[in-house]
T-cell receptor
Framework: NAGVTQTPKFRVLKTGQSMTLLCAQD?????MYWYRQDPGMGLRLIHYSVGEGTTAKGEVPDGYNVSRLKKQNFLLGLESAAPSQTSVYFC????????????FGPGTRLTVT | GDSVTQMEGPVTLSEEAFLTINCTYT??????LFWYVQYPGEGLQLLLKATKADDKGSNKGFEATYRKETTSFHLEKGSVQVSDSAVYFCALREGYNFNKFYFGSGTKLNVKP
């Protein structure tokens, strides 16, 4: 049981390049989330999904797209990376909404130059 | 909108000292409150939670009480250990949109032997 895994762990991009971050969970959770963590700002929700085939915007969705084609996977895409997207990205999943805890992946450190 | 404010760090304590990390929140409705801990190089882990007013969450010697009258959820531990050194995040889940989480900026705790 691996829990929540994220690929890759580190990445450096040039401005304008694109990439996809992969999140996978093996706990059969319905809900999945993408956050970014910036110094002094805690975690901010980018997008989330309440089930396979569904996605919704969080607090800071601009510049990102997501897809949830399979229940166990949640992809975060950057179509044209900008230096402001330099951050640590965390994926999380939970069984359900009310009161259920979120399980976090180890994070992806992205640097955009 | 909803938000979480927690005391800035770093907090440096000697082993066996008493710990308090303050957390206050702004929310409409009846949110659930959480404390997460992040060890170096890892994702966040749930430490404790409280889902309604006056609930006390506790785990591993840590406690926090959901105080609606003061909109607070302060984290306490009677005797810290070196192994408690980590970053602690206070978080809120909206009471009417269970998919929306808001995190504080995190408080780094350093415990010296």
């Amino acid at each position: 049981n691996a829990g929540v895994t994220q690929t890759p762990k580190f990445r450096v991009l040039k401005t304008g390049q694109s990439m996809t971050l992969l999140c996978a969970q093996d706990m059969n959770h319905e809900y999945m989330y993408w956050y970014r963590q910036d110094p002094g700002m805690g975690l901010r929700l980018i997008h989330y999904s309440v089930g396979e085939g569904t996605t919704a915007k969080g607090e800071v969705p601009d510049g990102y797209n997501v897809s949830r084609l399979k229940k166990q996977n949640f992809l975060l895409g950057l179509e044209s990376a900008a230096p402001s997207q330099t951050s640590v990205y965390f994926c999380a999943s939970s069984y359900g909404p009310s009161g259920y805890e979120q399980y976090f992946g180890p994070g992806t450190r992205l640097t955009v130059t | 909108g909803d938000s979480v404010t927690q005391m800035e760090g770093p907090v440096t304590l000697s082993e066996e000292a008493f710990l308090t990390i303050n957390c206050t929140y702004t929310a409409t409705g009846y949110p659930s409150l959480f404390w997460y801990v992040q060890y170096p190089g890892e994702g966040l882990q749930l430490l404790l939670k409280a889902t309604k007013a006056d609930d006390k969450g506790s785990n591993k010697g840590f406690e926090a009480t959901y105080r609606k009258e003061t909109t607070s959820f302060h984290l306490e531990k009677g005797s810290v250990q070196v192994s408690d050194s980590a970053v602690y995040f206070c978080a809120l889940r909206e009471g009417y949109n269970f998919n929306k989480f808001y995190f504080g900026s995190g408080t780094k705790l350093n415990v010296k032997p």
